[in-house]
């Protein structure tokens, strides 16, 4: 595979496979400073789309469709890690792609990815790997209950897990996975006392610098609330720092790494989840940071220096699920959301709205935690026309 090799100048051009709302954001963030972008999505007015210089209408997994985006750019990326690894492949033998496809494979298997956090010394919940019944009676002995199974592939928003409280719920848990999905893993549930994550930036020299980690509040597991800075301490925000360098430095991760973890009553770290790419929790640093995400992303794609973010007042996002748009006919009320001070609305332009999708996001800027969580969520309260 190509490593990158000089800058690319304004005008070049970033190919990105998804186009959702994370290849949406990122395009603006690269228009912004003058680079192009072409998307590869099947939808021809998906969310990125819309906003992108160009369009690659065809499937993620057609190698012939990733081939001609690699053709068409200087450097690629991709949005979310459901992307078929062997067509990512294709375009990286013909364009430098980041993060790597080998970082993309270890995300994309939940078992590659906890094996790949143990060989970095980094803490995971207990787990093991199933692909019977009797591998999941076997792990449910040695890690006793509560437990949670989970698909080791195609999982998100907590699609494909199911929490086992008792010996009798192992084999309906079993049924109700196992039989789509040959290989599972079932982890020890942790009782955590908050859910946080950091996004860590690496560039192509080796570089780093982490995001301000966000306090995680999840509802039907989808994310809803994150809360910037989190209420813990300086030092496990630290720490939870110093653990997102150090798996992008242990993936050797060329792009943004997203580390989910759990924050245990003892205050000790265990990582989650890894996302290769933007997340959901990062897009508060679009108005609470002096450097957002995306043209975190947009900057070490095409070789620039990349900041070192800083959070400028707490900031508080709220999701805007397709729930809102159901409950209201289509028609939220952002006159009155926006009433509110210290709001920004992000919209996503997806043209369906469907309980749960997410659709956009309200980031509100204050003084204090606590002001940003009361107008965050007085706010979306608000376009639901309820105060
Ligand atoms: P995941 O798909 O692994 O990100 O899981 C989605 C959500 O399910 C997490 O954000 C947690 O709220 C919850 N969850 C997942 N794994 C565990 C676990 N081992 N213990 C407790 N909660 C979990």
Known sequence: MMEPESLLKPGSTIGIIGGGQLGRML??????????????????????????????????SNRDASR?????????????ENVDADSV?????????????????????????????LKAGI??????????????????????????????????DGKGQAIITRAEDVESAYDLLGKRNKELIV?????????ISTICARAADGKTATFPPSENIHRNHILDISIVPPRISESVIENARLLAIDVADQLNVVGLISVEMFVTKENELLVNELAPRPHNS???TMDGCDTSQFEQLVRVLVGLPIAEPKLHSPTVMVNLLGDLWED?????????????????LHLYGKAEARVGRKMGHINVVADTVEDALYIATEARNRAWRRS
């Open 123 to 156: 803490s995971v919940a207990p787990f093991r790997q199933v692909e019977s019944l009797v591998d999941l009676q076997n792990a449910a002995v040695d890690l006793g209950y509560p437990l949670v199974l989970k698909t080791a592939t195609q999982g998100y």
């Open 282 to 284: 990062g897009h508060y």
């Open 89 to 117: 492949s294709a375009a990286a033998e013909l364009t430098p792609v980041h993060p790597s496809v080998s970082v993309l494979r270890t995300s994309q298997h939940r078992w590659h990815e906890k094996d790949a956090l």
């Open 68 to 80: 001609e985006l690699a053709r068409s750019t200087d450097v690629v990326t991709y949005e979310f």
């Open 187 to 195: 982890e020890q549930f942790v009782p955590f006392q908050m859910e």
């Open 328 to 344: 209201t006919d289509g028609d939220p009320d952002w006159a009155r959301a926006l009433e509110m001070p210290g709001v920004s």
């Open 27 to 60: 395009a603006i963030a690269a228009r912004q400073m003058d680079y192009k972008t072409i998307v590869l999505d099947p939808d021809p007015n998906c969310p990125t789309g819309q906003v992108a210089d160009g369009q690659i209408v065809d499937a993620y």
